[in-house]
């Protein structure tokens, strides 16, 4: 696969560089992207880019530039990391969480913004402004709401259906589950031999490998809501495919750390549990 410059640096810094006091000098990451396949002229251009976007700040360090993470991009790896690792839901109180908001017409960008935000915190949309998630979601709504919304009429309700039947209806008309499933399965395809292989990978390899795993599963956790069991399909592929992807990522973490360690000069912690 390819991999685009700015997704990358996500997963380097997300995954190394942020356990390294979460800088970088430029020349040690170019050195890093050699593994990708993209060239130094690539990096310096995306990250005087990110910088200008407040991803980074950068300072100078002799005839080097070191890269800093800024605060807001600590926030959203720290927020993008508890998604991906987030436990499935093993118990389920049969209660739905409802979401109706309004927007002014004129604030496309919000609506759009705001859908998106909903989506990765697990709702799925029973209509264009009426958004539902199983279980108890009222705090982690209003937190929402009060943090990057507060010009919008969001209305947070806690309900019930009519019954299982129902609920598994209501499933369907939230979410694409078959799309879904084509594509938890099409992963569980391309990476079982790799379970088995992925011992035996080190240096640059081990790195590449598991960040390709790392970027083609992460998009999941937009999609997936992580419905209790009771509301899943039969045989759902999504239970490999976290399965798998965790095995990969805990195999190939040692190895890939230790290369990352040799690239910049410091020890690469692993992340807290």
């Known amino acids: 696969m390819s991999f685009t410059p700015r997704a990358l640096i996500l997963d380097l810094f997300g995954d190394y560089l942020r356990y390294v006091d979460s800088e970088v000098r430029l ?3 170019t050195t890093l992207f050699e593994a990708f396949e993209i060239a ?10 990110l910088r200008r976007e407040e991803w980074f700040t950068s300072r100078r360090m002799g005839r080097e530039t070191v890269y800093t993470l800024s605060p807001h991009l600590l926030e959203v790896l720290d927020e993008g990391r ?13 209660s739905w969480t409802m979401v109706i908001y309004q927007l002014s017409e004129a604030d496309r960008q919000g609506r759009e913004q705001l859908r998106k935000e909903l989506a990765w915190q697990g709702f799925g949309p029973l209509t264009t402004s009426t958004w539902l998630a199983p279980g108890d979601r009222r705090d982690d709504v209003r937190t929402l709401a009060s943090r990057d919304f507060s010009t919008a009429q969001i209305d947070v309700l806690r ?5 299982l039947e129902h609920d598994r209806e209501l499933v369907r008309r939230c979410w694409d589950l078959t799309a879904l499933a084509a594509e938890y399965e099409a992963f569980n395809v391309e990476n079982r031999e790799l379970v088995q292989t992925a011992s035996t990978l080190a240096g640059a390899e081990a790195l590449v490998e598991r960040t390709r795993v790392i970027t083609t599963f992460r998009h999941f956790p937009f999609k997936d809501p ?13 239970v490999e495919a976290h399965q ?4 990969i990522h805990a195999i190939l973490g040692p ?10 000069g410091r020890e690469v912690l692993a992340p807290p549990d």
Do not use: K
């Open 40 to 49: 130094p002229a690539t990096v310096r251009v995306t990250m005087s880019r």
């Open 244 to 247: 798998i992807f965790h095995h």
């Open 82 to 94: 508890r998604r991906i690792f987030a436990p499935a839901s093993s118990t389920w109180d049969q």
């Open 27 to 29: 020349g040690h990451l």
């Open 255 to 264: 190895p890939a750390r230790a290369y990352v360690a040799s690239v910049v």
């Open 159 to 163: 309900c019930t259906s009519d019954g």
């Open 226 to 238: 992580r419905l209790p069991q009771e509301l899943r399909p039969e045989a759902w592929p999504g």
